[in-house]
């Protein structure tokens, strides 16, 4: 399974856009591209999934370019209660899912 | 997506002693999977329960000290055997979506510490 790379934190505050970038460069082709949040004390929840271009849906964006090497979860507009966890995993389904270290997204006042 | 109960939602032990938490599932799933994360620390798989089989381990973990039970398509159970303060850590019970994609529905954990 291809292993991913993300920044281990990032700080915003509301109201900004912040774009989490994730690297996955041995990703293999039947690989899907997904996103998941956690909070404290919670199991990790589905944000958004992609194989290629560009996701969109109520919560988030996704962007994937043409090698998907690469990706970048946009969150539009944070508020406080977007500061989580977020992981990003690269996998052809959801048997054996391997979760790399995650992004702590810290947004402020 | 499914919704996934389970207990206890957290515990604290005695080291030496087991402790068994269940996962239920509101419909029928194939497999079930187990993880665990440790304090501030990121998931890691545990194994793969599936219905009618022995359960799959991965490396690092083995049945006798997590056996896992899957007596039916909704319901399981991991338990964790002579415990020790290593072994303090949320465990989390998750199924995959109906979906081809693989989206991955996890329960809220049980966090076990043990003394």
């Known amino acids: 399974l291809a292993k991913t790379t993300q920044p281990i934190s990032m700080d915003s505050y509301e109201g900004q856009e912040v774009n989490i970038t994730c690297s996955h460069n041995?990703?293999?082709?039947?690989?899907?591209i997904t996103w998941y949040q956690q909070f404290p004390s919670q199991g990790p929840r589905f944000i958004i999934q992609?194989?290629?271009t560009k996701v969109t849906n109520e919560v988030a964006s996704l962007f994937i370019p043409a090698d998907r090497k690469s990706s970048t979860l946009s969150l539009p507009r944070v508020s406080l209660s977007d500061t989580a966890v977020y992981y990003c995993?690269?996998?052809?389904?959801?048997?054996?899912?391997?979760f790399g270290t995650g992004t702590r997204l810290q947004v402020f006042p | 997506s499914a919704v996934i109960s389970q207990k206890p939602s957290r515990d604290i032990c005695q080291r030496g002693t087991s402790l068994t938490i269940q996962c239920q599932v509101d419909?029928?799933?194939?497999?079930m999977f187990w993880y665990r994360q440790q304090p501030g620390q990121s998931l890691t798989l545990i194994a793969t329960?599936?219905?009618?089989?022995?359960?799959?381990?991965e490396s690092g973990f083995v049945i006798d000290k997590f056996p896992i039970s899957r007596p039916n398509l909704t319901f399981s159970t991991l338990t964790v055997s002579n415990m020790s303060p290593e072994d303090s850590s949320i465990y989390l019970c998750?199924?995959?979506?109906?979906?081809?994609?693989?989206?991955?529905?996890f329960g809220e954990g049980s966090r076990l510490t043990v003394l």
């Open positions: 329960a599936n219905q009618g089989s022995e359960a799959t381990y």
């Open positions: 419909s029928q799933v194939t497999m």
């Open positions: 992609g194989y290629k």
């Open positions: 998750s199924v995959p979506g109906q979906g081809a994609s693989g989206e991955l529905f």
């Open positions: 041995n990703i293999a082709t039947n690989d899907y």
């Open positions: 995993l690269v996998a052809p389904g959801a048997d054996k899912l391997i």
